[in-house]
T-cell receptor, first 113, second 114 residues
Framework: SQQGEEDPQALSIQEGENATMNCSYKTSINNLQWYRQNSGRGLVHLILIRSNEREKHSGRLRVTLDTSKKSSSLLITASRAADTASYFCATVISSGSARQLTFGSGTQLTVLP | DAGVIQSPRHEVTEMGQEVTLRCKPISGHNSLFWYRQTMMRGLELLIYFNNNVPIDDSGMPEDRFSAKMPNASFSTLKIQPSEPRDSAVYFC????????????FGPGTRLTVL
């Protein structure tokens, strides 16, 4: 089963509104990353939050991490039509030098102009 | 930097044929990852290399799949013989020689097996 599971599976909002996506995972992690995928394209890294961090900002993005609940959230403020994409959380487990990411199933965000 | 380069971008082949997908990672990156993405199964890690050495191939679905990395700037994923259920988008990604780092994805190869 997927290490990370996003919620909701699909989200539709108006331009200018905020979008919040959630991710839950099962095992202890070293860090959690969020990626964006535009239709027909590869994934693009957005932000990385380490297990000892609780909140991180990057432009209009805000990520929180609650390791006690094994969950993370991605907030996109003042959304734009160009933010329409699929958003994936990915976890890196705490295991030696393992570098592989385990991706969730993604949230499809649609921002209506 | 050109980013991760994959070829071909699209491949249509008939069942039973051999398919070879190619990837050139970003220069200086020492980890390379092959993923498969389908609607049903999402994004799955197939195999990854560190310093050209395969580290974990547990995601390779069957013996029909094989991957090589003969040098730091080139990797191939081969399917022989191909089957219709192999139809998917295959992504290659690379990352810098720092553990737990972000990955940079290529544009993907859309494979259709008829």
């Amino acid at each position: 089963s997927q290490q990370g599971e996003e919620d909701p599976q699909a989200l539709s909002i108006q331009e200018g509104e905020n979008a919040t996506m959630n991710c839950s995972y099962k095992t202890s992690i070293n860090n959690l990353q969020w990626y964006r995928q535009n239709s027909g394209r590869g994934l693009v890294h957005l932000i990385l939050i380490r297990s000892n961090e609780r909140e991180k900002h990057s432009g209009r993005l805000r990520v929180t991490l609650d390791t006690s609940k094994k969950s993370s959230s991605l907030l996109i403020t003042a959304s734009r039509a160009a933010d329409t994409a699929s958003y994936f959380c990915a976890t890196v487990i705490s295991s030696g030098s393992a570098r592989q990411l385990t991706f969730g199933s993604g949230t499809q965000l649609t921002v209506l102009p | 930097d050109a980013g991760v380069i994959q070829s071909p971008r699209h491949e249509v082949t008939e069942m039973g044929q051999e398919v070879t997908l190619r990837c050139k990672p970003i220069s200086g990156h020492n980890s390379l990852f092959w993923y498969r993405q389908t609607m049903m199964r999402g994004l799955e890690l197939l195999i990854y290399f560190n310093n050209n050495v395969p580290i974990d191939d547990s995601g390779m679905p069957e013996d029909r799949f094989s991957a090589k990395m003969p040098n730091a700037s080139f990797s191939t994923l081969k399917i022989q013989p191909s089957e219709p259920r192999d139809s998917a988008v295959y992504f290659c990604a690379s990352s810098r020689p720092v553990a737990y780092n972000e990955q940079f994805f290529g544009p993907g190869t859309r494979l259709t097996v008829l």
